[in-house]
């Protein structure tokens, strides 16, 4: 929590109390949304110092006018290191929340991409939860995800619109959603098992991508140089309770953070930008066949509903074999046709992200800044010297562990 010279918070005790729920409460919160969404790839949880994960008021030496960002963050990490804590070796994620009346921030939560910091300007200490899963994203590489809308089921039609996909909370979707197959391989929160990259022509059975148990989760399927990303959603949880069906994301130049969602819906106002998202309104239905002539590829939605779904994949032009083979007692993973395992997804920052800010320490390539009042397409370029933050009412630190497994050899961020 930060104090400024000229503003600071009325009542600290009461703010501390509302960020320490939206941040680490058990349920509602920052950390128990991304705990269940990874399904055990990854925990969230408070940092060392301060109480309960959140540290301060810390006074620093700046007037709130401005909302200088980059000032905020070298001050916060300084009196942070004044108090023997330290990127990397007490935390991995920095969230700056400050009193943003006299600030006059443009945001309401400004995210790292590939980053982490985050900052957010709040009042008493309350924050938009929509907000906070938002900005952190971000920091995982996560870009606003949009849609594209074909003109047919062929691939080659297909054009950006500049829509939310509404399928991520990155894409507007709200907490009511996970994220996608695409930014959950990005992350490399899928196994080898859950997300198989297609070399041959196959036919596969999916799982909901939030199910529990065992299973295939997402197909991982070449088209020219683009990846083409097909997973099933499902109510599970608190995830998904008004997504279902199967969705197809475009994925170009490996950037999984950055995936379209492929729309073969031709009604532009299918799916409004806001309100609660339909269900089923741009999920492809069993017999639906996208396709690319020119690089031979064709996918086909064989079956969908209870929970899994029946995908044919043809590759160079040779015909899926008719059915997948039998599901195994612990879930629906079994396939036909050969695949490679899925090594997850490109690197954190990626090309179009710059170098991945260490500690808020200068980057050399720029980084990326994104703002949101909840999904705002707004994007920034950030110089070196400067620093990615989330506006959020005060400083946050999170620790976040990930599991190893023997397909990735992940290891603590």
């Known amino acids: 929590m930060l104090n400024f010279t000229d503003s ?15 941040y680490f409460g058990k349920d509602n919160s920052l950390t128990s949304y991304y705990n269940e969404l990874t399904r055990g790839a990854t925990t969230f949880k408070p940092a060392s110092g301060g109480e309960g994960g959140v540290i301060g008021p810390i006074n620093i030496d700046m007037s709130a006018a401005g909302c200088d960002t980059g000032k905020m963050n070298g001050l916060t990490q300084k009196a942070l290191s004044d108090q023997g804590l330290t990127w990397g070796k007490n935390f991995d994620h920095l969230s700056m929340v400050f009193p943003g009346g006299k600030a006059g921030c443009s945001f309401g939560g400004l995210g790292a991409v590939g980053g982490g910091q985050t900052w957010v300007p709040t009042g008493d200490g309350s924050v938009d939860q929509t907000v906070l899963a938002h900005e952190f994203g971000h ?17 080659s039609t297909c054009k950006d619109t500049g ?4 399928k991520t909370v990155m894409g507007g979707g709200g907490l009511g959603v996970g994220i996608t197959a695409p930014e959950q391989i990005h992350s490399k929160w899928l196994s080898d098992k859950e997300a198989v990259k ?7 059975t999916l799982r909901s991508l939030y199910g529990s148990g065992k299973g295939l989760r997402a197909l991982d399927i070449p088209v020219g140089s683009d990846r083409l990303v097909v ?6 949880g608190t995830l998904d309770k008004n997504l279902k069906g199967v969705h197809a994301y475009r994925v170009q130049n490996n950037r999984y953070g950055d995936a379209r969602l492929v729309d073969t819906d031709r009604n532009a106002d299918h799916q409004p930008d806001s309100g609660p998202a339909n269900a089923d309104s741009d999920s492809l239905k069993a017999g639906t ?9 064709e996918v086909k939605v064989v079956k969908s509903g209870s929970g899994q779904a029946t995908v044919a994949v ?12 039998p599901s195994t007692a612990e879930g629906p993973e079994a396939q036909t046709g050969s695949s490679t395992p899925a090594s997850g997804a490109e690197d954190e920052t990626g090309a179009r ?6 500690g808020g320490a200068e980057t050399k390539g720029g980084a990326d800044l994104a703002a949101t009042g909840g999904d705002s397409s707004t994007m920034w370029s950030l110089t070196a010297g400067g620093v990615v933050l989330f506006a959020a009412g005060g400083a946050f630190v999170v620790r976040s562990r990930r599991k190893r497994t023997a397909s990735s050899g992940a290891h603590a961020r």
Do not use: W
Request: proline residues 5%.
């Open 8 to 22: 600071s918070f009325p009542d600290p005790a009461k703010a501390k109390s509302a960020l320490q729920k939206s």
């Open 139 to 155: 920091n995982f590489g996560y870009m606003h995800q949009n849609r594209i809308r074909c003109a047919s089921t062929d691939l």
């Open 163 to 166: 829509e939310n996909s509404r």
């Open 198 to 204: 297609v070399t041959k022509s196959g036919t596969y």
């Open 231 to 236: 997973e099933l959603r499902g109510a599970s």
């Open 289 to 297: 066949k996208l396709t690319d002539k020119a690089n031979k590829v």
């Open 314 to 325: 043809s590759l160079d032009g040779v015909p899926a074999p008719a059915q997948a083979a």
């Open 353 to 358: 992200d710059g170098v991945r800010a260490k």
